[in-house]
């Protein structure tokens, strides 16, 4: 049994009066351990589509279901948007053990399970840092530990290097997919780096434009870590490519390009 399906997706908002669709029959799957990349253009609904993966939303059609169960709330899927919304008034390690203060743990407690995770996530010696004192990257480790942390078996992922400079971000995509093959997690990353996309996952789901709809589907049989410069791999990227800029699906449907409207929720994030 897959551990995550996703079927027939529908989503629309009301922005001015109209009714605007968004997510059009959006239908995948991931296995149990499987890192699955979802890619489209700017603005597609791929955020909105991983809010209601993780129950933050609701579909207006479809299903999401974990171990066969259906989501209808948040708590099934660990989240890390793109921010890291780290409280600056915590040190890294209060920071990261919120989720198992959420749980009823000590802080005691939850400091002492922290800190043993703490060299395998790049962060030793960094435990009493604040935010500001972090990199980058540092930063979206301990975001990442924090998700980690709610112990979870899905974690889905929102451009989580999006901000980092390049030479940061292919540090950090090693890094992940590192820490994906030891730790065995379902992985479910959305990004607009194709490249990225097929660095890491084992399928890469391809979207249209808004109203968004599956347009490909590749299954990456390629050995790691991935060779960038190789002949297959580039095959892998040009198809991609192609799926997304593909003349044969149409123009894009009038006011593609306008942002999002997002629903009032707890938290409000950006919607990309």
């Given at each position: 049994m897959a551990k995550l399906v996703v079927e027939q997706l529908h989503k629309a908002y009301?922005?001015?009066?109209?009714?605007?669709?968004?997510?059009?029959g959006i239908s995948f799957a991931a296995e149990p351990g499987a890192f699955v990349a979802i890619v489209g253009p700017s603005g597609c609904g791929k955020?909105?589509?991983?809010e209601i993966v993780c129950g933050l939303q609701s579909p207006d059609a479809g299903v999401v279901a974990v171990d066969g169960q259906p989501v209808t709330s948040p708590g099934h899927v660990a989240y890390?948007?793109?921010?890291?919304?780290?409280?600056?008034?915590?040190?890294?390690?209060?920071?990261?053990?919120?989720?198992?203060?959420?749980?009823?743990?000590?802080?005691?407690?939850?400091?002492?399970?922290?800190?043993?995770?703490?060299?395998?996530?790049?962060?030793?010696?960094?435990?009493?840092a604040y935010p500001s004192q972090l990199s980058g990257g540092m930063r979206q480790r301990a975001a990442l530990l924090r998700t980690f942390l709610?112990?979870?078996d899905i974690i889905a992922l929102d451009e989580p290097f999006g901000a980092l400079d390049a030479h940061?971000?292919?540090r950090m995509q090693a890094w992940l997919a590192d820490v994906h093959r030891q730790l065995g997690r379902t992985i479910l990353l959305i990004t607009h780096d194709v490249e990225e996309a097929l660095v890491l996952a084992d399928r890469v789901v391809v979207l249209g434009p808004r109203p968004a709809r599956v347009v490909h589907t590749a299954d990456i049989a390629l050995p790691r870590p991935r060779d960038i410069l190789s002949p297959e791999f580039a095959a892998y990227k040009g198809a991609v490519l192609a799926h997304l800029g593909d003349g044969t699906l149409g123009p894009a449907p009038a006011g593609a390009n306008r942002p999002l409207p997002r629903p009032a929720m707890a938290g409000d994030r950006r919607g990309r």
């Open positions: 009301i922005n001015d009066g109209q009714r605007l669709p968004v997510l059009d955020s909105t589509l991983l890390m948007p793109q921010d890291d919304l780290l409280f600056p008034w915590r040190r890294l390690l209060d920071n990261v053990i919120v989720p198992l203060e959420l749980k009823g743990m000590s802080r005691a407690a939850a400091r002492a399970e922290a800190r043993r995770w703490l060299p395998f996530f790049g962060l030793d010696g960094f435990a009493d709610t112990e979870r940061t971000r292919r």
